[in-house]
């Protein structure tokens, strides 16, 4: 048998320790390269965000009278950017809710920048705020059995086309300040659920609901959708 040795043990071990080095080195490189482009990613990635803030419409008002909603997004570029909104409150009894009333033109008006970042839509309304409060007391009297109103609520769907070409589509839910991004299947479930319920329930507007005569007929109108005390 032919003895090895030493000096060529020596380069042979030396031969095996470049070879491991070669190795972590490219698996170093490897992985440097994948965060790399996980972090390219998710500067790609899109952050929609949804704000519902209060506002004074008029300089000398001496309190919030408005309500918007601004949807901006951060990350990458978002294009076909499109949201639509469907608005409501609740009839409550002990704070359960009982009944929802569609409410249209709560938000009279959207306004989008065109922009691909930053601020990309704004819905508003005119004194809705304001008028949501004035219905909401007016109607106290006309409630019993522990019922009340609460709300509005607003649930938004997202549409637009990411930075990597795919197509997306987000729901969240405003109530009063509080925006609750919906996991998708929910999100889709509920926005369908409030679709139809605008052809099961007549959608009213606040400007109907100012004089007490008619907030009083539309809760007798009430009366029999609403489920009776057991």
Partial sequence: MRRIRPIEFLFSTLGLLLTAASVIASCAQYNAASLQAQAAFVA?????????????????????TDRRIVISSDGGPVRNFDVEQITWFEIVRYGKPVFRQPLNGYFAASFSTGRQKGELMTFRGYRNNQKFFEFEDT??????DGLSVEG???????????????????????????????????????????????????????????????????????????????
């Fill in 44 to 64: 790609l990635e899109p952050q929609i965000e949804v704000l519902s803030m209060l506002v004074r419409e008029e300089p000398g008002d001496t309190r919030c």
């Fill in 139 to 144: 109607a106290k009297p006309f409630f019993k």
């Fill in 152 to 230: 509005p609520k607003s649930i938004l769907t997202a549409s637009y086309r990411d930075a990597f070409g795919k197509d997306r589509r987000e729901y969240f839910i405003v109530s009063y300040d509080a925006v609750t991004l919906l996991d998708n299947d929910e999100g889709a479930k509920r926005w369908q659920e409030l679709q139809d319920l605008g052809s099961k329930v007549q959608g009213i507007e606040l400007d109907q609901l100012v004089k007490p005569t008619q907030v009083k007929a539309w809760v007798n109108s009430l009366t029999p959708k609403i489920p009776a005390v057991h």
